[in-house]
């Protein structure tokens, strides 16, 4: 009992609507769509899942006391398990920060530029080389600060002046300044 | 399968028949390293490298699932799980890690050679351009696996590699930082890096052994390559890969399994590095930090970049390194030659020494401590590197003048490749002694 048409389509050389789209060809269309879309769906969990967790993020800020630190010292602290330098720059430092020209800089950035204002002593930056991410010396009592008296990355001799600014070596940026605030006159908040 | 004399499988136990009746497996494996399986009857022992990957592949699996019975995926008991509990209170985990961390060094030994060995003898080359790129990518999920590996025990090694390692993504602007985070679900390695890393090790050497069985499959359509680069012509050219070539595997793979001992037993750390004994200390950088010993050619080209040029220094370093590895994917259509085997391409022949040459020297720039000659001496190994894929190999298949092939496998088996090589006429030179003939 089937009609002309449909024993056409089931031959396969049905052309059906005006637009030359066949019913078939759409619902083909339309379930291997919908099919995508819901594979993408379910990959979703599977990325997101590898991003940092809550615990992680939950660790995300950290409160250091700096009233211990005397003028050209410093001290590393932990913030999202990455070391961070907390240092008290010395007035010599700061001059020798601020009689670099820009133009020597391969990432141009100040010492005001890299402090809080009316802070210009405490140099808060991330211990993490920006070239692959080692923990430069300079912190600590006695380490080797470089010829640039900041900091020097033992890994591939990146080398950082006391405003924690490149000079010379592989690293591309100078040391990451985290976001902090001081909450009182000698604690700091970093995250 | 490849060839029409090929031997077809006949079950000698009614079992066997029975089984190949329902499920053809034995048929697919006599096919493919039984009797069923011609092989050019003149493979050298250069030949035999591929076997022992495989052979070492089956180590590291088997070791592993051992070790992976009393690791310790956390960051609290990894270390103390592998160098107290296996290192000391385990029956045998000792021998166990120790066959393990050098299990991984020789499968990539054996590896490099096989490698090496497909370069000078032009397998690369059609037909057999999906052999040569599946073994790529084997080799990169052996980089990947060996990598996050050397991660587990929770080393200062272990804990600046990975900081190192992922910080490489850090380099590409923009989406680097995010995806590196992402990789490590944190800001450093910690837990999270160190679980992903502990499930992806295990699993990628189950995936290699997937590539490999495509590796073969796609080797054994054209059949195995040879010395000469001929084509195998007849019946005559080959042998059954069993018992000849599992005969000749068995004993080569015997010695090196010697070796093998030798240094697993008497120097089971040479490889290896002291501050990995160091428990992993995320605040304190070790002074010079090495990856092992199978990556230093890469570190090499990855620190020979020290000048910004239009893109920063880090991100050069990082693209030259992924790039030294992806252009051997193009090197079926780099090199033009439609000669195979270096034996007769005495041009080609010298400059793949040199190219080996140059490997062992960025090797040992990208294993020892930096300073400024090893700089320039790694910039100059490195740029001679891409001089050779880039410059050198494409120049030399189109001016070079090949040396004479021999008309089949058969006859440089019987005469000598050296007497085929020299013009026809002349003298026939002593075996060997093809340069002097030229």
């Given at each position: 009992m089937a009609t002309k048409a449909q024993s056409a389509e089931r031959s396969g050389t049905a052309v059906a609507g005006s637009d030359g789209v066949r019913r078939r060809d759409f619902l083909n269309v339309a379930a291997v769509s919908f099919a995508g879309v819901g594979t993408l769906a379910a990959l979703a969990p599977l990325i997101v899942q590898m991003s940092p967790s809550a615990d992680v993020l939950a660790l995300a800020s950290t409160e250091v006391d700096i009233s211990k630190i005397q003028p050209g010292q410093g001290i590393k602290v932990s913030w999202r398990k990455q070391p961070v330098f907390v240092r008290n720059l010395t007035p010599k430092e700061i001059a020798e920060a601020n009689a670099v020209p820009l133009s020597d800089l391969r990432d141009k950035q100040t010492l005001a530029e890299r402090t809080k204002p009316g802070r210009a002593n405490w140099l808060i930056t991330l211990g993490v080389c920006t070239h692959l991410g080692c923990v430069p010396l300079g912190?600590?009592?006695?380490e080797n600060r470089g010829p640039y008296g900041g900091y020097f990355c033992p890994c591939h001799g990146s080398m950082y002046d006391t405003a924690g600014r490149i000079r010379q070596g592989p690293a591309p940026l100078n040391l990451q300044v985290p976001d902090y605030k001081f909450?009182?006159?000698?604690t700091v908040e970093i995250g | 399968m490849s060839f029409s004399w090929a031997r077809p499988y006949e079950p000698k136990h009614p079992a066997m028949r029975w089984i190949d009746e329902r499920l053809p497996l034995p048929r697919l494996v006599y096919g493919a390293i039984g009797g069923g399986y011609p092989v050019p009857r003149n493979l050298n022992y250069w030949w035999n490298f591929g076997v022992l990957a495989g052979i070492f592949l089956t180590i590291q699996i088997v070791t592993g699932i051992v070790l992976a019975m009393h690791f310790t995926a956390s960051t609290d008991g990894a270390f103390n799980s592998v160098n107290q509990m296996l290192m000391r209170d385990v029956n045998a985990g000792w021998l166990l890690r120790y066959a393990h961390m050098n299990g991984a060094s020789f499968f990539f030994l054996v590896t490099y050679i096989h490698i090496f060995r497909g370069l000078y003898y032009g397998s690369y080359k059609a037909p057999r351009e999906l052999v040569w790129m599946l073994g790529l990518v084997i080799y990169l999920l052996m980089m990947a696996t060996g990598f996050m590996g050397y991660v587990l025990p929770w080393g200062q090694m272990s804990y600046w590699g990975a900081q190192v390692i992922t910080g490489f993504?850090?380099?590409?602007?923009?989406v680097g930082e995010p995806i590196r985070i992402w990789l490590l679900g944190g800001y450093a390695p910690d837990q999270a890096a160190l679980t992903r890393f502990f499930s992806l090790h295990y699993l990628l050497p189950f995936v290699i052994a997937a590539v490999v069985i495509l590796h073969i499959w796609a080797l054994h359509i054209p059949g195995s390559s040879n010395p000469t680069g001929v084509d195998v012509k007849d019946e005559k050219d080959t042998l059954p890969f069993h018992p000849f070539y599992t005969a000749k595997d068995g004993w080569f793979a015997g010695a090196v399994l010697l070796f093998y001992a030798l240094v697993t037993y008497f120097a089971p750390d040479y490889l290896g590095h002291p501050d990995n004994y160091i428990p992993a200390n995320p605040l304190a950088t070790p002074a010079h930090i090495v990856p092992e010993w199978y990556f230093w050619p890469f570190y090499a080209i990855l620190r020979s970049f020290t000048v910004d040029f239009i893109l920063p220094a880090k991100l050069w370093g990082v693209l030259a390194m992924f790039f030294s590895i992806l252009l051997l994917f193009f090197l079926s259509w780099i090199d033009?030659?439609?000669?195979?085997?270096?034996?007769?391409r005495p041009v080609f022949k010298r400059f793949f020494w040199l190219l080996v040459i140059d490997v062992i020297i960025l090797g040992y720039i990208g294993g020892a401590p930096i300073n400024a000659w090893r700089v320039a001496v790694g910039q100059i190994a490195a740029a001679y590197y891409f001089l050779h894929f880039l410059v050198i190999l494409p120049l030399v298949s189109a001016f070079e003048t090949p040396l004479p092939l021999p008309n089949s496998i058969t006859e440089s088996v019987l005469h000598g490749e050296a007497a085929e090589a020299a013009p026809a006429g002349q003298k026939r030179p002593r075996r060997g002694s093809v340069a002097t003939a030229g």
């Open positions: 912190i600590g009592e006695g909450t009182s006159a000698t | 993504f850090s380099a590409f602007p923009l033009k030659s439609p000669v195979r085997s270096g034996s007769y």
